[in-house]
């Protein structure tokens, strides 16, 4: 496996024919937390979570087998899940359908590796709307999502109030979702000055697409992360399917990776098939393992596919692209990981969860008008204009 992996020296990005030597990498790596260290005026307490990521193999797949089924498991359950709210939309069911159908290589491998809970000692999730998988990963059951695409009351993210993939989970740290593109790069910087004030384990996560970059509040998290003594825990991520809804990657984009913008910042940059759960799992592990240790920030670009187009407004129909799950699964198989039986079983099984959860709920109740203004501000002060 090829690993378009960043230098691990702050400022540098690798590109697939820009690799470097272990060796080099290594002594990039001493440098640069030396370097580091000395510009920060607070450190940050060392946990447990902070320990060398532990060194897994099995032939040339670099993850163990149990890590590689659960993987695949929970990749499987979320296109399951994504492909049955795509009906539920079809069907009129619901409104609106946006989600990650080609992303759960990523969101999967994140959402495994996210240390969760409630308060700035845990990390916090700004996400967009492509998070299933990593919802799913971090232990999220069908129902909710289901239950925010349908808008019914039971939802426990809005009370039915949003649109699919626009979750909030406060007791994992799972910022609400925005309909507005990249202000949720702006909002980690929050949260990251209040982890980094409390110097212990936890990070700010921040995902998003690649269109979305153009917008001031990237540019934002790259300045506030970066500044010099003042360095914030932040894991500033983008996923690029090479589309904004229509309009196509190479229209706008001048330069050639997003995440060279981070090596004008100094800060450690990288980039990485997103298609290739393992590749992408083990870049998650290095760069939480370096922004825990170091206080420092990271910009990491993954590259992903979009298969059912931008949403439903776009006809949410299969567009061919590279699917990540049939790769893996393929891969698994040539290496005994996997059986034909055991990759049918899961998909039916999770096929028939998601059906049965969607009549479930589709019995559940809608919201009722008196509750439009709840939690528009805390305890429901001043929420009707009408009474301004
Ligand atoms: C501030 C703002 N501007 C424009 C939009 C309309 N809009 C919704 S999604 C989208 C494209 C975003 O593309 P990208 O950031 O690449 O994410 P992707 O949808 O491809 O995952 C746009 C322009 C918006 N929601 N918010
Ligand atoms: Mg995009």
């Known amino acids: 496996m090829t690993r378009k992996k960043a230098s691990k020296k702050k400022g540098k990005t690798s590109s697939p024919s820009r690799s470097k030597s272990k060796k080099a990498k290594k002594s990039a790596t001493k440098k640069a937390t030396k370097k ?26 670099e993850l163990d087998k149990e890590t590689l089924l659960g993987m695949h498991d929970l990749m499987v359950k979320s296109r399951k899940l994504e492909e049955r ?9 619901a409104y609106f359908w946006i989600g990650a159908p ?40 069908m129902e909710p999502a289901i239950r925010l695409i349908m808008n019914k009351a039971t939802d426990p993210c809005t009370g039915g109030r949003n649109f699919s993939n626009h979750y909030c989970f406060p007791e994992w740290n799972i910022v609400p979702v925005t309909s507005p593109i990249e202000v949720q790069y702006s909002a980690a910087i929050g949260t990251a000055i209040a982890q980094r004030r409390r110097g212990n384990k936890g990070i700010s ?27 914030l825990p932040m894991y500033i991520t983008v ?16 330069e050639k990776y997003i995440a060279d913008r981070g090596r004008a910042f100094g800060m450690r940059t990288g980039y990485y098939n997103g298609n290739d759960p393992i590749e992408t799992y083990l870049a998650i592990q290095d760069d939480m393992y370096y922004i825990r240790r170091n206080g420092l920030p990271v910009l990491a670009e993954f590259e992903v596919s979009r298969l059912y187009g931008h949403s439903s407004a776009s006809g949410a129909n299969p567009t061919g692209d590279v699917c990540c799950i049939e790769l893996f699964e393929d891969k698994l198989l040539r290496h005994g990981i996997l ?6 079983e899961r998909h039916d099984q999770y096929q028939e969860e998601a059906r ?3 009549e479930k709920v589709r019995t559940e109740a809608d919201p009722q008008a008196d509750t439009i ?8 002060e001043n929420a009707d204009w009408r009474k301004f």
Request: proline share 4%; net charge positive.
């Open 239 to 254: 996923q690029n399917n090479r589309w904004g809804i229509s309009t196509d990657y190479g229209s706008q984009h001048g």
């Open 85 to 93: 709210m795509i009906q539920i939309y079809k069907r009129g069911d």
């Open 339 to 344: 059986t034909k039986e055991l990759i049918k």
């Open 373 to 380: 203004w709840d939690n528009v501000w805390v305890d429901n």
């Open 356 to 358: 049965s959860v969607a």
């Open 102 to 141: 080609g992303e759960e290589a990523f969101g999967v491998a994140l959402g495994m590796q996210i240390q969760k809970g409630q308060g700035p000692e845990y990390d916090y999730s700004h996400l967009h709307y492509r998070c299933t998988p990593t919802l799913i990963a971090m232990g999220m059951e």
């Open 36 to 61: 580091s260290a000395a510009k920060k005026t607070t450190s940050r307490k060392k946990t447990t979570t902070s320990k060398q990521p532990p060194k897994k193999k099995l032939g040339s797949l």
């Open 205 to 231: 996560i921040v995902s998003g697409g690649d269109a979305g970059t153009a917008e001031g509040d990237f540019a934002s998290s790259l300045i506030w992360s970066s500044r010099p003594g003042f360095e």
